[in-house]
């Protein structure tokens, strides 16, 4: 069931906490990277910033390190948390490798091939259907948690997606200028089924976007 008109919906997108990678490589999809101390840490803080509102549902991405950043948010509004496919991490092609933003990894002639197309890009899953996913998984929560507020654990790339498909700026960007930092929340705000504004806060501080595997 879809909101009354002018009722007001928050969906909140919450990027998981750092991550205990100690090999610092771009682990994507892959199963087993857990939250690390810190982590652990930034996913309570969360929790405890948004402990005044009214949170019906909380929604996360399959993979671990989102679903541990979802825990301590299920625990203090007293919900089961739920798992919604569309707000896992990007596929990219360099899983698995240790590739940081800007520290010359991209330079090797082996990569090229999957670099071509940066606008799409060619290297991973497009922006279009990152964008498309990530916005049906917002409108999802928004008619679950029609007139209060829903939180949706996900990654930074397809939440900085999202922002910029609905704010309708270009999806390509420069990775190292993406706001959307470790535990930070992107909000749509809802009236309706219209979304009417995006809200970005930082609860656990800002982080480094060029830090792969954070």
């Given at each position: 069931?879809?909101?009354?008109?002018?009722?007001?919906?928050?969906?909140?997108?919450?990027?998981?906490?750092?991550?205990?990678?100690?090999?610092?490589?771009?682990?994507?999809?892959?199963?087993?990277?857990?939250?690390?101390?810190?982590?652990?840490?930034?996913?309570?803080?969360?929790?405890?910033?948004?402990?005044?509102?009214?949170?019906?549902?909380?929604?996360?991405?399959?993979?671990?390190?989102?679903?541990?950043?979802?825990?301590p948010l299920g625990a203090m509004f007293q919900v089961d948390v739920a798992t919604d496919d569309r707000l896992i991490e990007a596929d990219?092609?360099?899983?698995?490798?240790?590739?940081?933003?800007?520290?010359?990894?991209?330079?090797?002639?082996?990569?090229w091939p999957k670099l071509w197309n940066p606008f799409a890009p060619s290297w991973g899953e497009p922006y279009l259907e990152i964008a498309h996913r990530m916005l049906g998984a917002a409108h999802r929560a928004r008619a679950a948690a029609a007139g209060r507020e829903a939180v949706c654990v996900s990654h930074q790339l397809p939440i900085w997606t999202?922002?910029?498909?609905?704010?309708?700026?270009?999806?390509?960007?420069?990775?190292?200028?993406?706001?959307?930092s470790l535990a930070s929340l992107t909000t749509l705000v809802f009236r309706g089924e219209e979304l009417v504004r995006v809200a970005y806060v930082e609860p656990a501080g800002g982080t480094d976007p060029r830090v792969t595997g954070a």
């Open positions: 069931m879809s909101a009354p008109r002018g009722e007001k919906t928050l969906v909140h997108f919450l990027r998981h906490g750092e991550v205990h990678n100690p090999e610092g490589i771009l682990y994507g999809r892959l199963p087993g990277y857990r939250l690390s101390d810190k982590g652990d840490q930034q996913a309570k803080l969360v929790a405890e910033f948004l402990s005044g509102h009214d949170v019906a549902r909380v929604i996360s991405s399959p993979l671990q390190r989102a679903q541990e950043t979802a825990r990219n092609r360099f899983e698995g490798l240790k590739v940081s933003v800007g520290d010359g990894a991209l330079r090797s002639p082996r990569h999202l922002r910029r498909y609905v704010e309708g700026k270009p999806m390509w960007h420069d990775p190292r200028r993406r706001e959307c």
